[in-house]
């Protein structure tokens, strides 16, 4: 099938299995350790905190990380994140398994693995385009790349419900510390030649620079980090008060909040799949336009729906919305960047994207704590809309002033 055709690299298709049973895994220990934190202390502040703390390093870590792996052998460097992850998830499943129930080190261990994904995942995404040798199927394979994150995002938690109630807690973290092993066998299964830097005679800090001024210089690339850190602050936190949604608004219960959940994820999926069959990357800035349009009008709707169907209708479209601007916007910078700058421009875009969302999450808790959950949400709609605006704007004028120079040259 076209959708699939990036299975035809072997390289792409190890990758693939690895990713998909590593990120399963991982959303089980996710919605464990929140299920464990809660059952421990019942604080709604120490869950945030646990989340912030896996969060917040990529917001201060990545373009570092990105200045680091730029100076390195990329597939080295994640064959080493996934082992320290590794290690990561094996003290968490041995605390849980011993029943050392200290919050302090689950805090700390939840920072460690926040400090190893700033690494991980600008490490992974900049090694993207090494997995297909035609570079036209790039967008399909980071398309794909996309469908089974959102996947495990859909099934972990509904697998971790289920093994919590039945094998208990411990299972579900040993259980994401065995799913690193198909990860590593596939890893050196994998024949990548990558090829290497010129040894550089100038220190990593002075690269870090380097990086941000590049990124700085290539005006779409920015202006689309631009876009996606106000729509990562302000619009994509919205999914922080589904609870609120599910539980107070709609008066249901735990299988309502999943209804939530599973309709957002449906809309992902179907556009990873729309993002897959595409082919043509001179449209990847007309589909984020678009799918900005969409997840603003999406989030708006949700704000507005008394009704659960419509409510869920709008979780549909800001899914489809939502994971259309994050991959195109991802597509471009991978299909774009210069190759000597393209882990140090894709660590901007996981800043812009991982690093700032923590932030914004709470910075809705706090307006839902002064405001009412709809008009909070229904601002975020808006906010969305006015943030693909100014965007649009922007390119306007840049367009008109390259039209001016080239006239103005002639």
């Known amino acids: 099938m076209d959708a699939f055709?990036?299975?035809?690299?072997?390289?792409?298709k190890l990758f693939f299995y690895g990713q998909s049973i590593s990120l399963l895994g991982t959303w089980i220990q996710k919605t464990a350790v929140v299920w464990l934190v809660y059952r421990l202390t019942g604080s709604a502040l120490l869950l945030g905190i646990v989340?912030?703390?896996?969060?917040?390093?990529?917001?201060?870590?990545?373009?570092?990380?990105?200045?680091?792996?730029?100076?390195?052998?990329?597939?080295?460097?994640?064959?080493?994140?996934?082992?320290?992850?590794?290690?990561?998830?094996?003290?968490?499943?041995?605390?849980v398994y011993f029943q050392v129930y200290n919050i302090s080190i689950i805090i700390l261990l939840s920072l460690l693995q926040g400090i190893i994904n700033a690494f991980d995942v600008t490490c992974r995404q900049s090694l993207m385009v090494e997995l297909v040798d035609d570079k036209a199927?790039?967008?399909?394979?980071?398309?794909?790349?996309?469908?089974?994150?959102?996947?495990?995002?859909?099934?972990?938690?509904?697998?971790?419900?289920?093994?919590?109630?039945?094998?208990?807690?411990?299972?579900?973290?040993?259980?994401?510390?065995?799913?690193?092993?198909?990860?590593?066998?596939?890893?050196?299964?994998?024949?990548?030649?990558?090829?290497?830097?010129?040894?550089?005679?100038?220190?990593?800090?002075?690269?870090?620079?380097?990086?941000?001024?590049?990124?700085?210089?290539?005006?779409?690339?920015?202006?689309?980090?631009?876009?996606?850190?106000?729509?990562?602050?302000?619009?994509?936190?919205?999914?922080?008060?589904?609870?609120?949604?599910?539980?107070?608004?709609?008066?249901?219960?735990?299988?309502?909040?999943?209804?939530?959940?599973?309709?957002?994820?449906?809309?992902?999926?179907?556009?990873?799949?729309?993002?897959?069959?595409?082919?043509?990357?001179?449209?990847?800035?007309?589909?984020?336009?678009?799918?900005?349009?969409?997840?603003?009008?999406?989030?708006?709707?949700?704000?507005v729906s008394n009704h659960l169907p419509l409510a869920l209708i709008g979780m549909v479209i800001s899914g489809v919305g939502m994971m259309a601007q994050t991959s195109s916007i991802n597509t471009y910078i991978q299909t774009n960047a210069a190759p000597a700058m393209r882990a140090r421009t894709i660590s901007y875009y996981v800043m812009a994207y991982l690093g700032v969302t923590p932030i914004g999450s709470l910075l809705i808790g706090f307006l839902a704590e002064h405001l009412k959950t709809r008009e909070v949400v229904?601002?975020?709609?808006?906010?969305?809309?006015v943030i693909i605006a100014a965007y649009m704007v922007y390119q306007k004028q840049v367009k008109e002033n390259s039209n001016k120079a080239v006239l103005k040259a002639a």
């Open 5 to 12: 055709r990036s299975f035809k690299y072997k390289n792409f």
């Open 51 to 95: 989340s912030f703390v896996s969060l917040i390093p990529s917001l201060l870590l990545s373009p570092y990380a990105g200045s680091y792996i730029d100076r390195h052998d990329r597939f080295k460097v994640m064959k080493n994140t996934q082992k320290l992850a590794m290690l990561q998830a094996g003290l968490l499943a041995a605390l």
């Open 137 to 303: 199927d790039l967008p399909n394979a980071i398309a794909l790349n996309s469908t089974i994150t959102n996947l495990a995002r859909v099934a972990g938690p509904a697998i971790a419900g289920i093994i919590l109630s039945t094998l208990g807690e411990d299972f579900c973290f040993i259980s994401n510390f065995f799913s690193f092993v198909p990860v590593l066998i596939c890893l050196y299964l994998m024949k990548i030649n990558v090829q290497p830097s010129a040894k550089s005679q100038k220190d990593i800090w002075h690269e870090l620079k380097e990086g941000l001024d590049y990124v700085i210089s290539e005006k779409q690339i920015v202006s689309l980090i631009v876009l996606l850190t106000a729509s990562s602050l302000f619009v994509i936190p919205f999914t922080t008060l589904m609870p609120v949604f599910a539980k107070d608004l709609f008066n249901g219960t735990s299988g309502t909040f999943s209804l939530f959940e599973s309709a957002i994820g449906l809309g992902s999926l179907i556009s990873a799949v729309y993002m897959a069959r595409l082919k043509d990357t001179n449209k990847l800035t007309q589909v984020t336009v678009v799918a900005s349009v969409l997840f603003g009008a999406g989030v708006l709707i949700l704000a």
């Open 378 to 385: 229904a601002l975020e709609g808006v906010l969305g809309l």
